[in-house]
């Protein structure tokens, strides 16, 4: 079906079933609006005087509004979960660089042990010489 629609005197469409939801939706199609599609015949009527169209688009705005609060749920738990994941990520990585950090600071120190000299020892022997 296509819809015409009433907006204030103006008179707006066609608009196919899924777009005549969506301006329910946003209020610009009201049960105040007058409204015609080829099945009424020839004459306009409020949207509040033809009840099984009136019922048809609450309803499918409220499946719409509850599909759409139930895709923002499941974006809002992906996204918590996501988060999660990447600071568990993180905390994990850090702890490697800080284990892999001593690690290297230690097998440097093995290697070359007589490379090192403690500051007071060094200026010491700079004297003595």
Do not use: C
């Amino acid at each position: 079906k296509k819809f015409f629609y009433s907006v204030g005197k103006e008179r707006r469409g066609p608009a196919e079933w899924k777009e005549f939801v969506s301006l329910f939706a946003s209020a610009t199609v009201t049960k105040d609006s007058y409204v015609w599609y080829k099945a009424m015949g020839k004459e306009w009527k409020r949207m509040s005087d033809q009840p099984e169209l009136l019922a048809a688009v609450r309803a499918k705005t409220e499946e719409d509004l509850n599909s759409l609060e139930t895709e923002n749920a499941l974006r809002e738990v992906s996204a918590i979960r996501m988060q999660r994941f990447i600071r568990k990520w993180l905390a994990q990585k850090r702890d490697a660089e800080a284990l892999y950090d001593e690690q290297e600071d230690i097998e440097a120190f093995e290697r070359a042990p007589t490379l090192f000299i403690p500051p007071e020892e060094e200026e010491e022997g700079s004297r003595a010489e």
